[in-house]
């Protein structure tokens, strides 16, 4: 199960950071300009989601108990709110401004992350709901306006 879960968590992770670039390079040989919604919401989303992290500073479940985390990991604090599943959300959302289905997949994986990131021992439940919720929230604004120009 500790590699099964690791191993998920991992794959997941490469999954969704890999296709994101190769999502936001068909946008730009097909010259379309959502290219800049969602590239830079998710930016400025990110930069502001760590910043908020570093200044809550939450401790992580390994340090608060006596536990080997099964996803490895050792930093200290920084567990509110979880910004792995913070970019899979924000991500998913860029995804579903291009194409409903996969947005829907990519939430889907979001949700299965957040799954994983507790049960791997580095986030408490909390954590990985403020990320999920804070990545949806920033993703809303690439869902409305035009959608090619």
């Known amino acids: 199960m500790r ?17 994101y670039p190769l999502m936001l390079l068909f946008l730009i040989l097909k010259k379309d300009r959502r290219v800049w919604k969602v590239s830079l919401i998710p930016a400025a989303a990110f930069g502001l989601i760590t910043l908020l992290r ?26 509110l709110p979880s910004r792995h599943v913070f970019s899979c959300a924000v991500i998913s959302m860029a995804f579903a401004s291009i194409s409903p289905v996969l947005g829907l997949l990519y939430c889907t994986a979001s949700i299965l992350l957040c799954t994983l990131r507790v049960i791997g021992g580095v986030h408490y439940p909390v954590d990985v709901a403020a990320g999920f919720a804070a990545g949806i929230l920033s993703g809303l604004p690439m869902l409305f306006g035009k959608k090619r120009a």
């Open 3 to 19: 590699a099964a879960v690791s191993l998920i968590n991992k794959g997941l992770t490469g999954w969704v950071y890999v296709t």
């Open 54 to 79: 570093k200044r809550i500073n939450r401790r992580r479940p390994y340090e608060d108990w006596d536990i080997n985390p099964i996803i490895k990991k050792d930093t200290k604090g920084k567990s």
